[in-house]
Structure formats: structure tokens, C-alpha cells
């Protein structure tokens, strides 16, 4: 019972806290007194849950509590980012959100945008690869391009659902070649692991989703990277070039993925959040463990992550509307 | 209840009709002539097929005799139908409660609510409830850390 | 070479720590399968966070382990309670509880038991001597391929439906109709959701199983409840008499069942629950005695009993080799092969073959290990089911509440749950089968999803459906077998079988 005592007191010392600004600075020297609840838009076992988990089992060593991972997967990520936007903004609902979150609403599947959260920080981004069938006869990027523009709508690509990122990483790259979205059809999947299979038996041209989803396919000689569209190549696949190398064409994209919280957390506990996740992002256990599994490390605090998603939130909506995808809600 | 064929044909209509009506508003896929409306629009069709086949036979049947519907048996006796409805008001006390009661109480409640409605003897009633409670928050909130609401338990526990 | 790395797997399994696991994750495995509510997709999903600090060979066992069992298990309550404990078990379950009525459960429990364990073992041997062919015959399957298997599962509702095929297909159109809630699978567009977020998630397969079986049985078994109720239960005795009679008369339907479960479950997406409505209904087909099916038959459960197991283990091949899930359970397990630095691939043989065969050693030892726990666990189900009715079923609700609730993190899935359990509830009292909707709501999404991609790859010709090879002949054989049942149900037809 006298953990009874204990807890209760932290936390009517918390509802105290929270009531009264003076006592803000309280809040984060106390926080966290109880388990963290992490949601993950996306389901168990997929690259996002496997990034929130590293991330919250490093957290739970700094803040000394139990960091629970809650997937709420469906509805192409509505459910999840809407599960995060609507929590108390109380700290002990965070989240991981995705690229998603700067496209969804432009297709009408939800009011959510970047502005229904207090960004934590960015932790990761992953740039999408052209890939094709090892039995492809299109040995580089160059003659691929060279075949889209040859047969514009004879080629098919897929990666994930309709209007979802690889979709949109496509769309912009036939844009910057100066060729419109009809140029290769977009076959609709149910994820990067679908399209790669469908890719090695044939059934479609090119996979745009990221080289670590692709990782397994490359490994087994079923399937070809001919580039990223990145600035810079990524270590782990240091023979695949990037647009810019292959033809020319300057054009980068990327999934992202950062923690954030509901609107309105108080500033002290988003600044303790974003001090910790730093830490994290720079340890040793986080960094190799994304080696591992190809994914690339990014940061930006608070702020810079406030940004860097308006930027994308922009550039989306006019990539979306570009590719007849957008739909008023 | 148990319907004449007639009435489950008909609603099995009704319900394809709604979905029709449904798909009207779905938008076209770009550039493709199968979107979002053609396989419900299929259903719905079969559906409704299926359904006018049954009301022809649930209409001969009925010519015959067999009335529109019938209350079977078990619902003849008002306690059958507590202890159902009792089983459905539990499951909604947990969609409307779990979050903000908590596991835990919810399912003292709940547990008690039941045991007792089924006459089982009051001490084994709340011993059962009791183990019930904690262990399966223990085994699955603690051990399994599935994320099954707290509620009145933050200020208790 | 070959031989110093047997070795080094043999020392990584054969630890105190390692075995403890297996035997803690069997029993957490047969507890989790044999209740109502709770599945072997669940408990995958519940020992992730547990496996996440463990090394690489105890946290794949244990998954290895609790799947396994869980997936024979999901069988007890199917016999017992009509309430199959997994999906993998709603194919026969009827099946087993009319055999259990006919005072034949030791038979159908020792049955369920022996093709489990020898099913899973056949599975085990595929997985190690013939993953790299099959994940290559795997692998030239696309849309068009899985479309006609879709169509192929589809018509297996036509064999389960018993005595109005009416009825039956309107259960079927219902659950396929169930399955297109939510975002559609080619456009994106959000069907009959309502502006509501959460059923944007659609009608989530699991915990709309726990309400048609568990919640609707329950609200039968309240219904039905007179007084104190106590449970008319057969006698338990030696549950392997008579196993051997019924594999030696049925040994061709082991074999076959087994077979579709390795087939069915190295093809991406399908697994065990599929692997197993189609080898009850390939039994059914081709029995010399169908009309014994659906009144307590041990035929087509020997079948399907041995396909669910045999498949969990092969669909690890395209899980393993190409990094491709084969069903829910592996869809996780290859989160935790990365997470543990076994990067799924060829290369997975060549970079780490001791933890490979590891896995494979655990997977044996699972199986045998399923005999005696398996025993167990029917003895002590026996004692828990005793346990008045009064008692146990209260529970079994809360079992299917949280069952419910972490499938979705949410109370969604306890709505989704309740609602689908009333329908099922009703669909029954008015004569509805209820197979046929789980099969719809299955198989609706695979079946529409690939239609449309196909058509869109093929610029809308039909043709492109037949141009493969695996696809023509799967294409041909399905429409050859509507015609033939077609044909049969015409009113021409003398021979109009009772049960269609």
C-alpha cells in the first residue's frame, strides 16, 4: 500500500502541476510517473513498428518507465494518426507519424494534418529505389526512362495502395522527366512485400518502394535497384546511383517517420521528449540497429521537424493535385 | 425469431437496395472502368437474386400455411431472454466504459453482475470475479502488455 | 561442414534457458488456442514485445512453439464447445461437436491430436528439404494466379453449405459484402464507412470470428441455460484409441491434407485457416461417402486437421526465403528475423545457417512436444470444462472481450465483435450457415483486389486472366468445376445430391 500512497501523490502532483504554469518546470523534472502509451499507425512486424520499438525500449531506459508500443493499424494510417491526435495531451500518448500524415488529407480520407500534433522530433527518413525484375531487360535507369517515354502507359509500377507514397514518389519522378502520371499506370498493392513479389513473377514492370523493403528480393538475385531517389547514395546499397547520377533528372523524395504528440502538450514535457530523443537518436544501439536493417537516420528537433513537415505538406498537396489524386474531404 | 423465408428474402433485398444506393456516391477510379462501386454493385445484385428466389419460396410456403415468423422456443421464457440481453449489455458495457472505468472494475462488475443473474452461490460468485479480474489484467496488461485501459485503477494502483 | 553446423544449432537449442522457453511458450500456446476468443495470430502478437529482448533462437521458438500449439488446440473448444478456439479450426468445427454429440470425441480429439502432430511434422520436412523450390513455385504467382485462387476458395462455400445452397450462397455474398468495408484495395476510397474513422479499418477478420462462433454460440449456450446448468459432457477416456484404425482406413486423406496445407501455406497471403476450409471440402469432394459429411464425419478431419498444421510451417518457406509473409503469423515473424540480424532472404541459409537449422530443431521438437502437451491439455480441458456452465461461460466472455480488444488495440474490435456476433446469432436462428460468411469475409478482399490490379495491368482484357501458365490451368480447372456443379444443381440432373 504504499505504492498506493506514492503514485497517488505523483499524480495529483501532476494534475497540480498541469493546472498551474508556475509549476510547469515541475512537470518535466517528475515526468514520467506511469507507462507510455507509443502508437504506431502501422502494424507488427513492418519496418515503422520495428522503428517505434527501438525507440521505445531506448526510452524506457532514459525515463526509467514502462514505453508501450500500441499498433492501431487500418485504414491506409487514418486510424492510427487519428488515435494520436485525439489522445490526452498529457505526455503519456505519443506516437510515431508518417509521411501519411502530410497526404492523407489532401485525398479526402481525413481532416488530420500536420498541424493536429506537437512535433517531437524526426527520427528517420527513407528515400524509394526504381526497382525491376532481375529478368528485366532494362539493364539501367537510362533505358528504362528510355522505354517509358518510348510507350508512354505500356509499363506498370506498383509499390503500395493508390495515392500512397511510392505512387507519389513515381508521379514526381515522371514529372521531372517531364512526362505525366498516365506515362506507367499504377497497379495498387497491399504494401512494398506484395509488389516486389509480383514483381519477381512477372506480373509488373517496375517497384518504387524503398531499398530496405526491397532488401530481400536484391539479396536473392529476383530483383534489380537502378536508383534512389535520394541526394546522396546509402551506404548499405553503395552501387545503386542516385537520379541525378543515372540521368541527370534532380528529383528526391522520401518516407519519414518522427514521434509526435497531441496538440497542445505542455512545453516542458515536449522539450524533456525532444531532449531524450536526441539522446537516442545519437546512441550507439539506435544507430546500428537502423544500420542493420538499411533504414537511414535523420533529426530535426521540434521546430525544424514543424517545418520540414509544412515543406512536405506543400509539396505534396501540389504533387497530389498534379496526379488528379486529391479529393476534397 | 425465426422468419418465413418470405421476410428474410425481403430484407435481404432491402439491405442490397441500400447498398446500391450506396455506391452511387463512390467515386470513379482514374482511368480504369472497375472502381470502388463494381464488386459491391455485384453483391448486391447476386443478393438481391438470392433474395427473390426466397421470397417465391417463403411465399409458397406461407400460401401453404407456415406463418411469417415464429417465436422459438427459448424465447418463450422471459429469463432466456434476460440472461441474452444481459450477455449483449455486458459487451456494451465495455465498449462505452472500458476506457474510462478501466479493466479491472468493469470486470468485477461485469463478472458479478453475470454469476449472480446465473445463480451462482454468492462467496463464488465474488472469489471467482475477484481472481477472474486480476489475473487475466495481470497475465495480458502485465505479462502480454496488451494496452487494456486503466481507467479508475491510475488512481488506485 | 554440414555436420559442425547441426552441432552448433544442436548446442543453441538443447539449453536449459532455450528449452524452459519452448516448454513456457507450448503452454502459453495451448492456454491461448484452447480458449474462445484468443488465436494464434494473438499470440504471435503478444510475445513480441516479450521476444524482442530475448536472443535470436529462444524468441523465434517461442513463436515457433506458441503457433504451433495454439493452432491444434483452437480444436478442443471446437469440439467441445462448438467454438473453435482459432480460425484455423472454423472449417470443422461442426464437424467435430456433431462427432462429440455422437459420444466420439476421445476419437476426434486423439484424431485432431495425431494429424496435428504428424501433419506439422510433414510441414517441418517440406520447410527444410524443399523451401527453395516451393518459394520458386510461390513466387511466380501474381494477381492473376491469386485471383483464380481465390475463386477456387470461393467455391469451396458451395461444399460447405448444407442443405440450402440458397442460403448458403447469401451467406457468403454477406460476408464478401462485410469484407468491402473500408478503404478499397485499388482506389483507396473509403466504402460504406460512414465518415467514421474507425471503420475505415474495416470488418477486422478476427474479432469478427470470436463474435460469429464465440458470441453468438454464447448467446445460444444462455439462451439455452436452464437452472444451475450443468455441461452434458462426454466421458474423456484414452484419447488415442482408435487414432491408428481411423489413419490407417483414411491414410491417403492425411497425406492429401497435408499436401494442400504445404502448398496452400507457402503461397503468400493464404495459411492455415484456407489450407484448411479447402482440404475439408477436397475431402468432401472426393469421399467415397460425402453424405456422412456435416453429421460427424472423422474423414474430413483428418484432412483438414493435418492441413492447418502442415501449413503453419510452410508458410514460413516464402516467409524465409523471400522475406514474403505467408499468413498473419509469419507477417510478424519476419519483423522479429530482422530485429534479430536474420535478414530474411537466400542469404538467410548462407550468413546464419546455425540459427536456421535452430529453428528448424525447434520446430521438430515443437511437434513432438505437441503429443504429450497436447494430452495434457485435453485431460485438463475436460476438468475446465466441467467447471458449470453458470461459471464458465461469464468467462469466456471476458476471454473473448480481451481477445477482441488487443486484435485491434481498441474497443472497435469488441463493437465489431458484438455486432457481428448478433448477426451471426440471428443469420443461424433463421437458417443462414455461417462458414460461408467467414469464408466471404476471407477470401472478399484477395478476391477483389487481384481482379482489379489484373485488370489494370492487362488494360482491361479478360484474355490476360488465362495468358500465364499457372493461371490457365487454374483458371480453366475453376470454371470447369462451376460448370460441372452448375450441371448438377440443374433441374435436370437425376442425381441430385442432398447436400450440395
Redesign the interface.
Known amino acids: 500500500m504504499t505504492d498506493f500512497t506514492r503514485r497517488h501523490l505523483m499524480v495529483t502532483a501532476a494534475g497540480v502541476g498541469l493546472a498551474s504554469q508556475l509549476a510547469a518546470p515541475a512537470i518535466a523534472q517528475t515526468f514520467p510517473v506511469r507507462p507510455i502509451t507509443l502508437v504506431v499507425p502501422w502494424g507488427a512486424g513492418g519496418g515503422t513498428d520495428a522503428t517505434a520499438r527501438i525507440v521505445g525500449s531506448l526510452m524506457e531506459k532514459e525515463f526509467g518507465q514502462p514505453v508501450n508500443v500500441v499498433n492501431r493499424t487500418g485504414g491506409s494510417g487514418v486510424v492510427g494518426h487519428s488515435a494520436i491526435a485525439t489522445g490526452a495531451a498529457d505526455g503519456y500518448t505519443i506516437g510515431m507519424i508518417t509521411v501519411e500524415i502530410t497526404m492523407m488529407h489532401w485525398q479526402g480520407l481525413t481532416q488530420l494534418n500536420p498541424d493536429s500534433y506537437t512535433p517531437l522530433a524526426l527520427m528517420n527518413e527513407d528515400p524509394p529505389g526504381v526497382q525491376v525484375s532481375a529478368s528485366s531487360p532494362y539493364k539501367d535507369l537510362k533505358a528504362l526512362a528510355d522505354a517509358i517515354k518510348a510507350n508512354p502507359g505500356r509499363l506498370k509500377a506498383s509499390g503500395t495502395g493508390q495515392g500512397g507514397i511510392w505512387h507519389l514518389a513515381l508521379v514526381g519522378w515522371l514529372g521531372a522527366m517531364g512526362l505525366p502520371a498516365s506515362a506507367v499506370p499504377w497497379v495498387p498493392s497491399n504494401g512494398a512485400a506484395p509488389a516486389m513479389q509480383d514483381l519477381a513473377a512477372g506480373g509488373i514492370d517496375i517497384v518504387t518502394c524503398s531499398v530496405p523493403e526491397a532488401k530481400a528480393m536484391l539479396d536473392a538475385g529476383r530483383a534489380k535497384s537502378l536508383a534512389i531517389m535520394a541526394a546522396a547514395r546509402n551506404p548499405q546499397f553503395a552501387d545503386v546511383p542516385t537520379l541525378k547520377e543515372a540521368i541527370g533528372v534532380d528529383y528526391t523524395v522520401g518516407a519519414w517517420r518522427g514521434i509526435a504528440a497531441p496538440k497542445n502538450l505542455p512545453a516542458p514535457i515536449a522539450e524533456r521528449y525532444t531532449s531524450v530523443l536526441k539522446k537516442i537518436n545519437e546512441s550507439k544501439e539506435f544507430r546500428d540497429f537502423m544500420a542493420a536493417r538499411g533504414f537511414g537516420v535523420k533529426w530535426a528537433d521540434a521546430a525544424g521537424f514543424a517545418k520540414f513537415m509544412a515543406d512536405g505538406n506543400a509539396s505534396m498537396g501540389v504533387a497530389m493535385k498534379a496526379a488528379g489524386l486529391a479529393r476534397s474531404a | ?3 418465413n423465408d418470405l421476410v ?1 428474402g425481403a430484407i ?1 433485398i432491402v439491405v442490397a437496395v441500400i ?1 446500391i444506393i ?2 452511387l456516391r ?2 470513379e ?8 462501386a ?3 454493385r455485384l ?2 445484385g ?2 438481391i437474386l ?2 427473390l ?2 421470397v417465391i ?1 417463403g411465399f409458397t410456403a406461407w400460401r401453404a400455411g407456415e406463418p411469417l415468423a415464429v417465436v ?1 422456443s ?2 418463450r421464457d422471459p429469463a ?2 434476460v ?2 440481453l ?3 449489455l ?3 458495457a ?2 462505452f466504459l ?2 474510462t472505468v478501466g479493466f479491472v472494475p468493469l ?1 468485477l462488475v ?2 458479478l453482475v ?2 449472480l443473474w ?3 452461490r454468492v462467496p ?1 460468485a465474488v472469489v ?1 470475479a475477484l481472481v ?1 479480474a486480476f489475473g ?1 489484467n495481470w497475465f ?1 496488461a502485465s ?6 485501459p486503466r481507467g479508475l485503477m ?4 | 561442414m554440414t555436420v559442425d553446423i547441426l552441432l552448433q544449432a544442436f548446442a543453441l537449442v538443447f539449453r536449459w534457458d532455450v528449452i524452459l522457453i519452448i516448454i513456457a511458450s507450448g503452454l502459453f500456446g495451448m492456454f491461448v488456442g484452447a480458449m474462445p476468443g484468443l488465436t494464434a495470430t494473438m499470440a504471435t502478437a503478444l510475445l513480441i514485445p516479450v521476444t524482442f529482448f530475448m536472443d535470436p533462437v529462444p524468441a523465434l521458438g517461442a513463436i515457433v512453439t506458441a503457433t504451433a500449439m495454439a493452432i491444434f488446440a483452437g480444436d478442443i473448444p471446437a469440439a467441445m464447445l462448438r467454438m473453435p478456439g482459432t480460425p484455423a479450426s472454423a472449417a470443422y468445427t461442426d464437424e467435430s461437436y456433431l462427432m462429440g454429440r455422437k459420444g466420439q470425441l476421445d476419437l476426434n480429439l486423439g484424431t485432431n491430436l495425431v494429424t496435428s502432430v504428424l501433419g506439422g511434422l510433414i510441414g517441418v520436412a517440406i520447410l527444410v528439404l524443399a523451401a527453395p523450390a516451393l518459394a520458386e513455385f510461390a513466387l511466380a504467382f501474381s494477381s492473376f494466379e491469386y485471383f483464380w485462387l481465390a475463386a477456387l476458395g470461393l467455391t469451396c462455400a458451395v461444399f460447405l453449405a448444407t442443405n440450402d445452397p440458397l442460403k448458403g450462397f447469401a451467406s457468403l455474398f454477406l460476408g464478401l459484402g462485410l469484407g468491402t468495408i473500408g478503404i478499397d484495395p485499388a482506389a483507396g476510397f473509403p466504402r460504406f464507412t460512414f465518415g467514421t474513422v474507425e471503420l475505415m479499418q474495416g470488418v477486422s477478420f478476427i474479432p469478427a470470428m470470436i463474435g460469429m462462433f464465440a458470441i453468438s454460440e454464447l448467446l445460444r449456450g444462455v439462451t439455452s441455460m436452464q437452472g444451475s446448468g450443468e455441461v452434458v459432457l462426454q466421458q474423456v477416456g484414452n484419447v488415442f484409441k482408435g487414432v491408428g484404425g481411423v489413419l490407417r482406413r483414411y491414410w491417403v486423406n492425411f497425406l492429401r491434407g497435408s499436401g494442400i496445407g504445404v502448398v496452400i501455406g507457402a503461397l503468400p497471403g493464404a495459411g492455415a485457416d484456407i489450407a484448411a476450409w479447402v482440404s475439408y471440402a477436397v475431402s468432401k469432394r472426393f469421399s467415397k461417402e460425402p453424405q456422412k459429411f456435416g453429421t460427424g464425419h472423422v474423414e474430413g478431419i483428418v484432412d483438414a486437421g493435418a492441413a492447418n498444421n502442415s501449413a503453419i510451417a510452410a508458410a514460413w518457406i516464402p516467409a524465409l526465403v523471400f522475406g514474403i509473409p505467408g499468413d498473419s503469423i509469419t507477417a510478424i515473424v519476419i519483423g522479429v528475423l530482422y530485429m534479430k540480424g536474420m535478414n530474411p532472404g537466400p542469404t538467410v541459409f548462407l550468413q546464419n545457417p546455425q540459427l536456421i537449422y535452430a529453428v528448424f530443431m525447434i520446430f521438430v521438437l515443437a511437434n513432438l512436444l505437441m503429443l504429450p502437451l497436447g494430452w495434457a491439455i485435453i485431460k485438463s480441458a475436460k476438468q475446465v470444462l466441467r467447471v458449470p456452465k453458470n461459471i464458465l461461460l461469464p468467462m469466456i466472455l471476458i476471454f473473448c472481450v480481451v481477445g477482441s480488444y488487443a486484435m485491434t488495440n481498441s474497443v472497435y474490435g469488441i463493437i465489431i465483435m458484438l455486432v457481428l456476433g448478433i448477426f451471426a446469432f440471428m443469420l443461424e436462428e433463421n437458417g443462414f450457415p455461417i462458414a460461408p460468411v467467414i469464408l466471404g469475409l476471407v477470401l472478399g478482399e484477395m478476391f477483389e483486389q487481384n481482379f482489379i490490379t489484373s485488370m489494370i495491368k492487362s488494360d482491361g482484357s479478360f484474355l490476360a486472366f488465362f495468358a500465364r501458365p499457372i493461371a490457365g490451368i487454374l483458371g480453366v480447372a475453376t470454371i470447369a468445376i462451376w460448370l460441372i456443379m452448375l450441371w448438377r444443381m440443374g433441374p435436370w440432373s437425376k442425381a441430385r445430391p442432398a447436400a450440395v
Open positions: 425469431m425465426r422468419f428474410s435481404l447498398v450506396l455506391t463512390f467515386p477510379f482514374p482511368g480504369q472502368n472497375y472502381g470502388p463494381v464488386f459491391p453483391l448486391a447476386l443478393l438470392c433474395g428466389v426466397m419460396r422459438p427459448w424465447a432466456n431472454i440472461s441474452a444481459l450477455v449483449i455486458a459487451a456494451l465495455y465498449i472500458l476506457d470486470t461485469v463478472l453475470l454469476f446465473f445463480k451462482v463464488v471467482t477472474a487475466i495480458f505479462m502480454m502488455r496488451v494496452p487494456l491510475d488512481w488506485i494502483l
